[in-house]
């Protein structure tokens, strides 16, 4: 089992497995109305002109997330293009 | 009303819900907003078997907290109005995320019809939903669709109107799910104490229509709009705080979470047992539409080619808004000069005449004059929004928004208030309601107005018109939009660090894939807001037309004054008509001659020419006397001593003022403030030769620094009206008036006393 990494780390191209969450209140709230949520599956699929925000591919749709919100994400990268 | 349904219509963002309602309901649709508050509200009639069923179009949202105004609108709607049926139009593609709101509808009772839609991308990729075995697992009724094509959305309409025909009369039936062992008792607990309470005043009961269970979620979920509803006590409330304390504490104490991320975990929980089996088939390699979008954004998101191919974008706007809107602007022009001519031919001289000729007409047809460039750039930005690309322009900027204190989607607003050139601040003050800070919100609202803005394109395009060769005209548009955004963008940051500080809000936004926009939907958008504006020409301009019409011509000259102007006038009008007559005695025409040096004349065709220009300049300085006496003329002079500094003389002073009721009234009062001066009424000389005739007050100085003036100065009473709303203070209204008038003065003044040295 790979070892847990902040979401700001995966790389374009990579997917991932959430491993945990710490946002809360109005972030944390946002977060999971979009569907990110501990166990679910991700790819990041692209860094903004500026390297930030991140853009990440979910089931079905494509959501954006600034480097710092990132930061509370961790994931399990499961592979590598 | 009894017996009409109403439906309301729910879901994400990008979901294609107003495809949907505007299928549904045609042209037969009111927007409005809703009381209090700025969130649009489109309600509309819809047909179904003869049958009329009213529909609400409610706004997009990812879930039903109280995260944003429109969630709470959306919800407040559902349990006030009391639609018959809602029905969730959900984006097949990404069913999981969409069946949260789903689940949430269900959870407050409302029946729910379930819209599966953009079912032409499911089926394009090689997927299949399984609808029937959904509907039969949820328990609410299913409908594949297409909304782009219409397909499948009679048998929504119908099967909506079913469900309301067999619930109606009935008690909404809340989705009772596990949330767990942590939870499920608390919210049972609370549940109990709160109809507990309802039951003992029966005011709690009627004022409350929402589900005492849904309430006690809610009050789990910390949720503030919940929490301090009026039909909530004191006791109540701190009897469920306690409930809630302890709850919070243990699920800290045990799971290091809290609530409301139990809850929406065991939602999601609820969601999966749904899907599981094969509800949903995906088809191995999920290529198609997706995949174009992301190669798409692989170009138009690229580090070097995104920021690029985005200005590129934004200059292609004023190139086909220009090019494409210059035809029918000529059109509207001819009219309301044709228009002018007649009534000018037709009605006897006097006040009236002068009124309609020179407030009415000139007032109102100075504004419709830019409805087609108007309608052209709309019809753009309306393609980019629907497109997708907005929301790309935002992800590429945020970075760079978050420097100044601002939100990625800040560029909305920005870009709806003149961020790309033509769009109004009105609609951009009432955008900022997206943005979850108030401070973030704040600094854009106040900033906004600095985008060129729809109404303030004429005074450029006059301006630029008269200074610029033509080739260069895009481009000087380009570079005054462009500062727009760099003065926004800079004041914003001042604002930010200085009268609003505080920290940044999150940024978590989708970006929906790439598709083409249905013409329909964009015909209907570019008709509502050019609609919007043709409305503001017929009422608010027309009215400031006429006042402004009235502020140059009272008070009218002392009688003693215009009785020696009269005198002097008459003098010289005797003058021409012997010169008339000494003329056609002499056998030569007492026609205008034309723009023709070289052609021979007679001694007396000369004396006639100088006798006209004689009694020109004797009419041209009654006139000007008149204005300067009118109310507007003192004002305008008054300030003078401190507007000369910006290079402004008292016309444009009166122009200015105008300009504070409404931006487009600009140009057409500096034409009223013209064509008052002038001498033949007949002639139709445009206020653009005008300008370029009179370079004593014209120069490129000038011009420059009226443009910035107007690019910044004190947004018009319109835009502060929805800011005092948006705001909720006229403090803030008055400091953005202030603020604006100030910077706008200083940054004239800079560019005028700086252009004069160097030009």
């Known amino acids: 089992m790979a070892e847990s990494i902040s979401l700001r780390q995966l790389q374009v191209g990579q997917t991932a497995v959430i491993h945990t969450i710490k946002a809360d209140g109005e972030l944390g709230r946002r977060i999971r109305d979009m569907g990110l949520l501990p166990g679910v599956e991700l790819e990041a699929v692209g860094k903004a002109p500026l390297k930030d925000p991140v853009a990440l591919r979910l089931k079905g749709f494509t959501l954006t997330l600034r480097n710092n919100e990132a930061d509370l994400i961790t994931v399990i990268p499961s592979s590598q293009k | ?759």
């Open chain 2, 1 to 759: 009303m009894d017996s009409q349904i109403t439906v309301a219509l729910a879901g994400n963002p990008n979901c294609g819900k107003t495809t949907i309602f505007n299928y549904l309901t045609g042209a037969r649709q009111h927007v409005g907003n809703y009381p209090g508050i700025t969130v649009e509200k489109k309600d509309g009639m819809a047909r179904c078997d003869g049958q009329d069923v009213r529909v609400i179009d409610l706004p997009g949202t990812y879930s039903l907290t109280a995260y944003s105004q429109e969630e709470v609108v959306a919800r407040r709607t559902l349990a006030e109005e009391r639609p018959d049926v809602v029905i969730q139009v959900a984006d097949a593609g990404a069913l999981e995320r969409n069946l949260y709101l789903t689940v949430q509808l269900m959870e407050l009772g409302i029946p729910v019809v379930l819209a599966l839609n953009m079912m032409d991308e499911v089926h394009r990729r090689g997927d299949s939903i399984d609808s029937a075995r959904l509907a039969a697992t949820m328990g609410i009724p299913v409908v594949e669709c297409t909304g782009r094509s219409g397909l499948g959305l009679d048998t929504l309409l119908r099967t909506a109107v079913a469900l309301a025909a067999e619930v109606r009369g009935k008690e909404w039936n809340p989705l009772k799910i596990s949330y767990g062992t942590d939870i499920d008792p608390v919210v049972d607990e609370m549940t109990a104490l709160i109809v507990q309470e309802f039951a003992e005043t029966s005011s709690g009961a009627s004022a409350s229509s929402y589900p005492p269970r849904w309430l006690a979620l809610k009050f789990l979920e910390g949720d503030g709009d919940v929490r301090e509803a009026s039909f909530i006590s004191e006791d109540l409330r701190n009897a469920l705080d306690a409930l809630l304390d302890k709850t919070a504490k243990h699920l800290d104490l045990t799971l290091q979470t809290y609530p409301e991320a139990v809850i929406a975990d065991f939602r999601y929980g609820y969601i999966t047992s749904v899907l599981r089996g094969d509800i949903v088939t995906r088809h191995k390699e999920s290529a198609g539409r997706r995949s174009f979008s992301d190669k798409l954004d692989q170009v138009l998101t690229h580090t070097l080619l995104g920021p690029l191919i985005m200005l590129g974008i934004f200059y292609l706007v004023y190139k086909v808004a220009f090019e494409f809107g210059a035809y029918p602007m000529d059109v509207v022009d001819a009219f309301f000069g044709w228009l002018g001519d007649m009534v000018d031919a037709n009605m006897s001289d006097g006040l009236l005449k002068s009124m309609v000729v020179s407030g009415v007409i000139a007032g109102v047809g100075g504004v419709m004059v830019f409805v087609p460039l108007i309608l052209v750039m709309f019809l753009l930005i309306a393609f980019l929004e629907d497109s997708g690309y907005m929301a790309r322009a935002a992800y590429m900027l945020d970075r760079v928004f978050r420097v100044f204190g601002l939100h990625g989607s800040s560029v909305m607003p920005y870009v709806i208030s003149g961020g790309i050139a033509g769009g109004c601040a009105v609609p951009g003050v009432m955008a900022t309601r997206t943005l979850r800070s108030p401070k973030e919100k704040l600094a854009t609202m106040l900033t906004l107005p600095f985008m060129t803005c729809g109404a303030k394109i004429p005074v450029f395009i006059l301006f630029v018109g008269v200074f610029f060769a033509a080739e260069h005209q895009p481009t000087v548009m380009l570079c005054l939009t462009l500062t727009g955004w760099a003065l926004a963008l800079l004041s914003a940051w001042v604002l930010r660090h200085t009268v609003i500080k505080g920290d940044p809000t999150p940024f978590v936004m989708e970006l929906p894939p790439y598709r083409l926009p249905t013409l329909r939907g964009l015909l209907l958008h570019t008709w509502e807001r050019g609609w919007q504006y043709i409305k503001k020409a017929g009422t608010i301009i027309l009215a400031i037309s006429i006042l402004i019409w009235a502020l140059m011509t009272f008070p009218t000259l002392p009688a003693d004054v215009a009785e020696r102007h009269d005198v002097v006038i008459a003098q010289l009008e005797e003058k021409v008509g012997a010169a008339e007559e000494s003329v056609l005695a002499a056998g030569g025409s007492i026609e205008a001659p034309e723009e023709d040096e070289d052609a021979e004349k007679l001694p007396e065709e000369l004396l006639l020419a100088e006798a006209r220009d004689a009694l020109a300049e004797a009419e041209n300085i009654k006139s000007a006397e008149t204005l300067r006496n009118s109310i507007a003329g003192r004002i305008g002079t008054a300030l003078e001593p401190v507007s000369r500094y910006a290079g402004f003389e008292w016309r444009t002073n009166i122009a200015l003022l105008g300009g504070f009721a409404a931006k487009e009234v600009l140009v057409s009062s500096l034409g009223t403030a013209y064509s008052l001066g002038e001498v033949d009424p007949e002639e139709a000389e445009s206020l653009a030769e005008k300008i370029k005739a009179d370079t004593g007050t014209w120069s490129m100085a000038n011009a420059l620094s009226l443009m910035i003036f107007v690019l910044v100065y004190a947004p018009c009473v319109v835009t502060i009206a929805a800011i005092r709303r948006e705001a909720n203070s006229w403090g803030w209204a008055l400091f953005s008036l202030v603020f604006s008038t100030a910077l706008a003065y200083v940054l004239a003044v800079g560019v005028y006393q700086i252009g004069k040295a160097v030009l």
